[in-house]
């Protein structure tokens, strides 16, 4: 009877052999350096495991031997060539589900990555073609870009971050875990803005506008950017003015008010921090507590400081006053008319009747009397 299982059974002998086979080999290897020296051995084979190593290490801080812990264990671990360098990281990340809060943009985070441990002030973007959009918090549940200053990382490599190391948080304590996804010295990350005008001199559809560059410099980088109103009526920027420092000449859909405000939608770059601190909780006596960068909210907290409020951010309620525009009549050329259909015709309406004229009911005698005067005419 075929066996359908018979090739378990082939690896399974093969596995068996292979092992005598090394077996045997360890045992005659042992037999032939049990007489030599200890040195011969550690050239020929190497460290074998459980034997003690005595590691010398240059340019160590004085207080890792005063502040030393036996009863901590240290983990030895190698560098690879390059990754003593500094860089920008972009890092795909997401805030940890059981952690309370939303992370902000430039709050200092600590990053637990490979061998490493560093604080850094990132920034969160979002991919938008064909920029990364900056977010000034982190998605609920999402992912987003992470931008921040650190060592030389290999992309795809995992990692957590955590806002505070202490001991004394009694909330869950990992913020948010990612991956690296790229390194470069540069990240184009954009922040939008937007810029407001006022037309001081209006012709047509041709407007002035100023308030809303500061010099001529600024006005000829923005050169053919498109503008709006509040009214919704679309516009373009033409030209500089010389008499007014950062005025220009725009053109518009249609005729604007001195009383619209313009609007600009534009973007502007945001570079991340060179912020690189690493943790170095075994060069003080309290390990447990090792104390960074804080955050606003923390400082703020200790020192029972207010958030400043800016007046001009509070929301209040506007009023505009209502502004009519009469457009012109339609006006539509002969040639144009005389090829349009009869259905696409424009109809002619009679007026409406004049509603301060009073009809006059006549009686049947006066109505005769006027009849006869008509016809004798």
């Known amino acids: ?200 001199k209006v012709m047509k559809n041709t407007a002035f506008i100023k308030g809303m560059f500061s010099s001529r410099l600024e006005v000829a980088k923005y050169t053919g950017a498109a503008l709006r109103t509040v009214s919704g009526i679309r516009g373009q920027i033409k030209k500089p003015i010389k008499e007014i420092p950062g005025a220009f000449r725009a053109t518009f859909e249609d005729k604007i008010f001195e009383s619209d405000i313009v609007f600009l939608r534009a973007w502007y770059s945001v570079t991340p921090k060179k912020y690189y601190n690493p943790v170095c909780s075994l060069l003080q006596q309290d390990k447990a507590n090792w104390q960074g960068m804080k955050t606003v909210y923390q400082i703020r907290k200790e020192k029972n400081l207010r958030i400043p409020i800016n007046p001009d951010s509070q929301y209040t309620p506007i009023e505009r006053p209502e502004v009519r525009r009469n457009p012109p009549p339609l006006r539509i050329p002969k040639t144009l008319l005389a090829k349009l259909p009869y259905g696409s015709l424009p109809k002619r309406l009679t007026k409406p009747p004049d509603p301060t004229i009073v009809p006059v009911v006549r009686e049947p005698l006066q109505k005769e009397r006027d009849d006869l005067i008509h016809e004798l005419k």
């Not at 589900?97 to 990132?122: A, C, E, Y």
């Open 1 to 200: 009877e075929y066996d359908k299982n018979r090739w378990f059974k082939d690896d399974d002998e093969h596995y068996k052999q292979t092992k005598q086979l090394l077996s045997e080999q360890e045992r005659i290897n042992k037999e032939l350096l049990s007489a030599d020296d200890i040195k011969l051995k550690t050239k020929l084979q190497g460290f074998s495991p459980g034997t003690y190593v005595r590691i010398v290490m240059d340019e160590v801080p004085y207080e890792m031997m005063n502040y030393f812990d036996p009863y901590r264990p240290i983990i030895v671990g190698s560098l690879l060539p390059g990754e003593d360098m500094l860089g920008f990281i972009q890092a795909r990340i997401k805030k940890h589900r059981w952690h309370q809060k939303i992370l902000k943009t430039n709050d200092p985070l600590v990053f637990s990555i490979g061998w490493r441990r560093f604080q850094s002030m990132p920034i969160y973007s979002i991919s938008s073609a064909p920029r990364n959009r900056m977010l000034k918090y982190t998605p609920e549940f999402l992912h987003c870009n992470a931008t921040f200053y650190g060592p030389v990382t290999p992309p795809l490599t995992g990692f957590v971050a955590v806002q505070n190391v202490t001991q004394t948080q009694n909330s869950f304590r990992i913020s948010a875990t990612g991956v690296v996804l790229e390194l470069n010295q540069k990240f184009d990350i954009a922040k939008k803005l937007k810029l407001i005008g006022y037309p001081y």
